[in-house]
Nanobody, 115 residues
Framework: QVQLVESGGGLVQPGGSLRLSCAAS????????MGWYRQPPGKQRELVAT???????NYANAVKGRFIISRGNAKNTVTLQMNSLKADDTAVYYC?????????WGQGTQVTVSS
């Protein structure tokens, strides 16, 4: 079992920055991939970014050049630095990992970009 806890969401003005963090606990060995997804109001959940243990990253086109995903030294934490935020980035952001073919999700954290 893996538990994921996100933190760092909130309200920010357009053009501002936020930093989301996710900490995994439980059986955290072999968490090869960790990532962030988001669900905008009235829309389906979508990929934001993923990162492998070795550091390989993947970003959705909508966030490339603005968001940076990184993992902690212990490899059981993942951070999403979000810059130049836009109203379209408003969503509930979820942390996700996969272990032995099972997906684990955090509870989500709200990010609202509004003036």
């Amino acid at each position: 079992q893996v538990q994921l806890v996100e933190s760092g969401g909130g309200l920010v003005q357009p053009g501002g920055s936020l930093r989301l963090s996710c900490a995994a606990s439980g059986t955290t060995a072999s968490l090869n991939v960790m990532g962030w997804y988001r669900q905008p109001p009235g829309k389906q959940r979508e990929l934001v970014a993923t990162i492998l243990t070795g550091g390989t990253t993947n970003y959705a086109n909508a966030v490339k050049g603005r968001f940076i995903i990184s993992r902690g030294n212990a490899k059981n934490t993942v951070t999403l630095q979000m810059n130049s935020l836009k109203a379209d980035d408003t969503a509930v952001y979820y942390c996700k990992t996969t272990k032995f073919g099972l997906d684990y999700w955090g509870q989500g954290t709200q990010v609202t970009v509004s003036s």
